[in-house]
């Protein structure tokens, strides 16, 4: 499984990115998909999640802000990022679940300016 994730960059506070991750193989196969991120100096924390069946889920601090989607013909998952804040500043991690195996991306840093 190869994960390539990408949309990162610089952005103003209240601003909005998409992060993409194209993946091998299709969604469906995966228990589910997810999106970490990991501030300097802080543990990987996790950001939303998606099921095979397409049941999301998100993190407090990205309620209301954040939407994980999939587009399968496209093997790719993305992360619609809106209101960002400088605390949103991080590399963000796309990860998916086949079994019991984690796979992961690259990771694409996201910094985010007040």
């Known amino acids: 499984v190869q994960l390539q994730a990408s949309g990162g960059g610089l952005v103003q506070a209240g601003g909005s990115l998409t992060l993409s991750c194209a993946h091998s193989?299709?969604?469906?196969?995966?228990?589910?998909m997810a999106w970490y991120r990991q501030a300097p100096g802080k543990q990987r924390e996790l950001v939303a999640t998606i099921t095979s069946g397409g049941i999301t889920d998100y993190a407090d601090a990205a309620k209301g802000r954040f939407t994980i989607s999939r587009d399968s013909a496209k093997n790719t998952v993305y992360l619609q990022m809106s209101s960002l804040k400088p605390e949103d500043t991080a590399i963000y991690y796309c990860?998916?679940?086949?079994?019991?195996?984690?796979?992961w991306g690259q990771g694409t840093q996201v910094t985010v300016s007040s």
């Open positions: 990860n998916a679940v086949l079994r019991v195996t984690n796979y």
């Open positions: 193989g299709t969604s469906s196969r995966f228990n589910y």
